[in-house]
């Protein structure tokens, strides 16, 4: 797949408002159509359809179905990264930050299932923007976690690697109790997770 | 997706030997083009023709290819079960056998990336059979952590929620270090990993 936005003569972003709302219709009316669908069987006759837009509309904001693929990928890490930024804003250490985070993101992908969908298929259509979408993710986690180090908030070690672990377990709680079960009891998993996690499972 | 299982009035299991070589053939073949084409993309032509063997000789084994693909979904979980058993087999307390497990993981995806592909397209393709393979994987986990609480070898807590946790932890390991970067330090990764698993994050 190469990079659609590399061919595009002209800003992809609309200027009015209108023009706005339209490339913000086409988008959820993607995620919704993509996410259900999957991407190999979604056509962006569906996309259209949903929008109520005409075909042709689709082609003043996004070159192709991939374009707008990676756009609601990018859009969902930053939804997921301004979500946790907010969530954890006010906490007094890391350690408190890390709580909150797990919780707000486990309640977070329940509310947008098939946009967390588009970001695990992405794996295997656009696999270059699935590794940027977990790097970037690890890259401010793991920065995190080394300003804790230095704070002596947190207990030494590679950031790096806790970072993965961490995101990690983080994704499989999501989908295990944030989307598969609706009804999970969400403060008793992090609960749960947070006492394994700052005290370790040795006696 | 229907079950094809459920249609076949014969059972699918080869009794000769050469039968069964021919149907191992056909797995072989469907791991390697699946794993690399992706499950849309892959025709049973391309199977065939990568198996050696005439496209009605496929039907003799496999009514289609989502039947194949089950198969496989069901042979990584096996593949992967008895390579993690061997690995803990010997292990002291369930504290060392975590760790050779997460070390045997790791080493094991970085082996079969295209089974780790056909796994994880599972979640689109045959949700039931992907929801089937971490499930099996958690019940077996979450019973080995309420033994070792019994056992007093790790601090009680919620055995179902740590399951999850801890495979959580070892999927995005092993996707990250295990088949990204392929020349990874996996001793020192699960060194990090077990710091922070047995005694905590909390100074």
Redesign the interface.
């Known amino acids: 797949m190469t990079d659609p936005a590399a061919r595009r003569p002209v800003a992809s972003r609309p200027r009015t408002r209108r023009g706005q709302d339209t490339r913000e219709g086409i988008l959820r009316a993607a995620e919704a159509v993509i996410g259900d669908l ?1 991407f ?1 069987a979604a056509s962006i006759a569906d996309i259209t359809r949903r929008a109520g837009i005409a075909q042709g509309t689709f082609y003043i904001y996004f070159q192709s179905k991939d374009e707008v693929f990676r756009e609601l990928v990018i859009e969902m890490g930053k939804l997921t990264r301004a979500h946790l930024a907010e969530a954890v804003a006010d906490a007094p250490d890391r ?1 408190t930050a ?1 709580r909150r985070g797990l919780r707000a993101f486990l309640g977070f992908v329940g509310t947008r299932p098939t946009l967390y ?1 588009i970001v ?2 992405a ?2 259509v656009a696999p270059d923007a699935y ?1 940027q979408y ?1 790097t970037t993710f ?1 890259r401010g986690y793991g920065q995190n976690l080394a300003a804790a180090v230095r704070e ?4 030494s ?2 950031a790096e ?2 970072a ?10 999501g989908e ?2 944030g989307i ?1 079960e609706g009804e999970a009891d969400l403060d ?2 992090v609960d ?2 947070f ?9």
């Open positions: 999957g190999a350690l890390e969908n695990m298929e794996r295997f590794r977990y690890a002596g908030e947190i207990r070690g590679d690697i806790r993965w672990a961490l995101m990690g377990m983080a994704i499989t709680l295990r109790f598969w008793r998993i749960e997770v006492d394994m996690l700052e005290r370790g499972l040795k006696p």
